[in-house]
């Protein structure tokens, strides 16, 4: 059951945080509602705090890499190059799901190597530091205000973050070949 | 008088100061249940942090999901949770067929059931047997293994595999069950319903058992919910969910009309807790003991859902069907699903774009999320503790690692 297909959900979000959702697609398969990434905490905070449905779990945070890395190929898709964030929250009371999408640029300022940012929820589920810390290392995405932001999966001088669609794995590491 | 001892600062030292001391825990230890390396910062017996490090079981699956099939990357969820990998394969195909808006056979569903719960009593055995390794007790262990061979014999039997079954695929099953079965599993059943009160019998009502794990590594509901954690861990906290029954639509129609009871307390009491030992007095909800004890009441009750699944499987006319085809089109768009593995949540996440490979799979693993409570759940305790904290959440680094 998806809560954001229930009315009036949605004003309040937005009377409560004005211009914080800047999209939604309630016709999908999980309903979605897209935050503006430097608000996402925010939002975070609300639902879980405020909202008329507590969304006290956070289960997955997931990065998608919307990139095609053969040019003759991204000539033809339809959708914008971006990190898309994916979270999926879940309310232990009321048992809904509710998805929120945020969409980032690939690159901070179109410069390749340098992450693009948005703030950590931490401060809002405990659960979601193992999370970010993942993301961050497979998906290279920076999370402000993280308490702990490392490698987690990867070791911690790995290069690269490997699930980006034009990651490309180093030859060696520490004198192991790896291809 | 000056004694000569004044001028070496090392006996004061020695003698004053009880040194902080780093301990490693694993990657190798027997009780981390696979490749996991703790961290202790220890002040005598008394641990004051601990930090897990993870990721030696590293490989990438979800990169492998973006160059594969969905079909062909059910081995790959089988390496997952490797204790349970027919719980693992359901949670992919549901996943896919949600995406998919495929529904399988009357026939197959049952049949499901019937794998599923069979694979989450499998799994719990090797908790319980495992578990009881970890605070210092070997029988239970054999006892246990003994059970889960004569249940990977059936495995075995209906897919070929002991361990990485991929049975389970999407849009169905890969294989009907061999004629005389069911008789086997039911068999199997008669045996074993009497064997359980041994289990109990061996560490539920063991008192060192009790003084181990009763009171220790308390986690309160807040916790649990605030960590996403799932499964046994949240109901051993006295959260009552259980996906099976509060699951998406997907997932919980697959157990429509089965009738089971989530095992957390309510009010004091465990579903039909006239059939199980007393809760020891010692025991509060949310410690090492209760986490154990649900995982010992959903074997009973998965043991009834797999009599019922036999039932109605015997009931349904025809074949299970085909399941799809391993370079079947995904539809764009994404799905996400969690279903009740035997570890907790386990959820996939799956983009599709059209073609037959998903342009994102994801997996959120529930030991994850239960393991990040480690350090928080360990923060002073004993550092004989630490195995009996990190034992009860039952965690597979296969899945953690992914």
């Known amino acids: ?94 048992r809904v799901s509710l998805v929120l999408k945020c969409g980032l640029p690939r690159w901070k300022d179109d410069q390749p190597g340098r992450l693009p940012e948005l703030p950590s929820v931490t401060g809002v589920w405990r659960g979601a530091d193992w999370h970010e810390r993942e993301v961050y290392d497979l998906s290279g995405v920076w999370f402000t205000g993280h308490p702990d932001l490392r490698r987690i999966l990867c070791p911690e001088d790995w290069e690269g973050h490997p699930l980006r669609k034009d990651y490309v794995q180093p030859v060696e590491y520490h004198g192991i070949r790896n291809r | 008088m000056a004694s000569i001892l004044d001028d070496d600062p090392r006996i004061i030292e020695f003698d004053v100061r009880t040194d902080e001391m780093l301990v490693n825990m694993g990657p190798q230890h027997p009780s981390t249940h696979g490749v996991l390396r703790l961290v202790l910062r220890t002040d005598g017996e008394i641990v004051s942090e601990v930090e ?7 490989r990438c699956a979800e990169k492998i999901g973006e160059n594969l099939t969905a079909r062909q990357w059910i081995p790959y969820t089988d390496r997952m949770d490797y204790l349970a990998a027919m719980n693992m394969n359901l949670g992919w195909s549901l996943a896919v067929e949600k995406l998919m808006k495929y529904e399988v056979s009357e026939k197959a569903r049952h049949l499901r059931v019937l794998i599923a719960e069979l694979g989450r009593i499998a799994s719990h055995l090797v908790g319980m047997g495992a578990y009881g390794l970890d605070l210092g007790t070997f029988s239970p262990f054999l006892y246990a293994f003994r059970e889960r061979e004569k249940i990977l014999d059936l495995f075995e039997e209906a897919c070929g595999a002991r361990l990485t079954y991929s049975y389970i695929t999407v849009g169905g099953l890969t294989a009907d069950l061999p004629p005389g079965w069911l008789q086997r599993c039911e068999a199997f059943l008669d045996q074993f319903e009497p064997v359980i009160k041994e289990y109990h019998a061996l560490l539920t009502t063991n008192a060192i058992f009790v003084k181990r794990t009763a009171n220790i590594g308390v986690m309160s509901r807040e916790m649990a919910i605030d960590y ?26 697959m157990y429509d009309g089965y009738a089971f009871e989530v095992a957390v307390m309510k009010n004091g009491r465990y579903p039909r807790d006239h059939e199980y030992p007393p809760v ?48 079947e089109k995904i539809p764009a768009g994404d799905a996400y699903l969690e279903t009740e593995c035997p570890k907790g949540q386990m959820g996939f996440y799956l983009v599709g774009d059209g073609t037959a ?30 195995p009996a904290i990190v034992g009860s959440l039952d965690i597979v680094m296969g899945e953690i690692d992914r």
Not at chain 1, 61 to 75: F, G, L, Q, Y
């Open chain 2, 52 to 58: 897990p490090h993870i990721g030696y079981l590293h």
């Open chain 2, 280 to 327: 020891p007095p010692d025991a509060v909800i949310g410690d090492c003991w209760h986490r154990f004890f649900v995982r010992m009441i959903e074997v009973v009750q998965s043991m009834d859902l797999v009599r019922q699944a036999i039932d109605r499987y015997s009931a349904c006319k025809g074949t299970i069907g085909e399941p799809l085809k391993l370079t």
């Open chain 2, 228 to 253: 996403g954690c799932s499964g046994p861990v949240l109901r051993g906290s006295g959260v009552d969910q259980d996906l099976r029954r509060d699951g998406e639509a997907i997932y919980t129609a």
């Open chain 2, 357 to 386: 490979i998903p342009w994102r799979a994801r997996a959120r693993s529930s030991s994850f999320s239960n393991l990040s409570v480690t350090a928080d759940l360990c923060r002073g305790c004993l550092i004989a503790d630490v």
């Open chain 1, 1 to 94: 059951m998806q809560v954001t297909r229930g009315p009036g959900f949605l004003d309040q979000l937005d009377a409560a945080l004005p211009g914080a959702v800047t999209g939604r697609n309630l016709e999908a398969l999980d309903p979605w509602i897209e935050v503006a990434p430097e608000r996402i905490a925010e939002v975070c905070q609300w639902l879980k705090r405020s909202s008329p449905v507590r969304f006290d779990s956070l289960e997955c945070i997931t990065a998608v890499d919307w990139h095609e890395p053969d040019p003759k190929k991204a000539a033809k898709v339809s959708w914008q190059p971006r990190i898309e964030l994916v979270y999926h929250l879940w309310s232990t009371s009321a």
